[in-house]
Structure formats: C-alpha cells, structure tokens
C-alpha cells in the first residue's frame, strides 16, 4: 500500500472515492487496493463507500468510466485530423512516452482490470468500450480496420513491455513498428 497523504476533502464523498480509487487502482493494482485503504484515502468511512456504491465492482467500473471519458478528451485535445495519418498514430504512442517520462505511467489500466476482475461485468463494458474506440480511431487515422487493429497490438504490446522495463524505450519502438506499418 501506498503512504501517501489523503487527498484534499473537496468535493462530495462520491467524488473523492472515486479519486483515491483512481489512484490506489491505478498505482498499486485494483485487487490490492481495498475498500478500507480506499475509504481512508478519500477520508471517509467504509460504510460511505458502501452508501456511495453497492460494491467494489461497481466503484471499479465507475473508475474506468471515468478514465474512459477523460481519455476521449484527452484524444480529442492531441489528435489533430487535419495531420497526415502518421503523425496522429504518432501522438498517440507519444502520449503513453510522456507519461513514462513523467514518472505517472503505470500501465494501461484496461489492460489491467481486463486480468485483474475479468468476471465484474460492468468494468468489462468498459474495457471492451475501449478497445472499441481505440480501433475506431486507428481505423479512421487508416482507413484500414485490419491495419487498425494491428496497430492496437503494437500499441498495447508497447504499453506491457514499457511497464515491465520501467522505460519508454518500448514505446518507441512500437511506434516505430506502427509508423513501418502505416508506409508500407
């Protein structure tokens, strides 16, 4: 578990649950985290969690909604469609790159609730939600479903190798990869 200090008590209870959970699910693992270390985090009582959400699945899936819509703004504020089609598969692997370098990667979190609470269904949508989008914008940057879909391979297999390495190097030759892929 992590020590580091609650969040500031802004916003409803709701709010920061979904806050400290974020970041607990996120940095140290959805099944590690646990409702108390989350409830603590966020500076309320379990029994708050429980009136705020029916369990922990629900609050994982709301987790991942909530990533879910921030990285469409996130894609919309980056991607540029007037750009030749390299650049914007570029700039989404650069994204991932940034946060490495940031020290604020650890891992794609769909990739990580798809292990690690593969049975909550609700947070499966979600993941699968997407993955959906995430094809869909290769698929528009491409023209091409299937080249769309390999270069979600090579982007999620850049994702993993990054996290395992603990470097950025992975990404870079994935995108890379993925750049070879969009020329020829």
């Known amino acids: 578990m992590?020590?580091?200090?609650?969040?500031?008590?802004?916003?409803?209870?709701r709010e920061r649950l979904l806050v400290a959970a974020g970041?607990?699910?996120?940095?140290?693992?959805?099944n590690t985290s646990?409702?108390?270390a989350i409830a603590a985090r966020a500076g309320v009582?379990?029994?708050?969690?429980?009136?705020?959400?029916r369990s922990k699945d629900q609050l994982v899936a709301e987790y991942l909604r909530g990533r879910l819509e921030s990285s469409r703004r996130n894609r919309a504020r980056f991607d540029d469609p007037a750009q030749a089609p390299a650049?914007?598969?570029?700039?989404?692997?650069?994204?991932?790159?940034?946060?490495?370098?940031?020290?604020t990667f650890h891992g794609c979190p769909y990739s990580k609730a798809a292990v690690e609470v593969p049975g909550n269904?609700?947070?499966?949508?979600?993941?699968?939600?997407h993955y959906a989008d995430v094809i869909a914008h290769f698929t528009d940057v491409t023209g091409d479903r299937t080249t769309a879909e390999t270069i979600a391979m090579i982007y999620d297999g850049g994702m993993l190798a990054a996290k395992a390495s603990g470097t950025?190097?992975?990404?870079?030759?994935?995108k890379a990869a993925a750049l070879r892929l969009i020329a020829s």
């Open 23 to 30: 970041e607990l699910f996120y940095s140290e693992g959805i």
């Open 87 to 103: 650049g914007r598969v570029a700039a989404f692997f650069e994204e991932v790159e940034h946060a490495i370098a940031n020290g």
């Open 121 to 129: 269904a609700e947070a499966m949508v979600v993941v699968q939600e």
């Open 34 to 36: 646990g409702v108390e």
């Open 2 to 13: 992590t020590d580091a200090p609650a969040p500031a008590r802004r916003g409803t209870a």
């Open 168 to 174: 950025a190097e992975p990404m870079a030759r994935a």
């Open 45 to 53: 009582t379990k029994a708050t969690l429980y009136n705020n959400f």
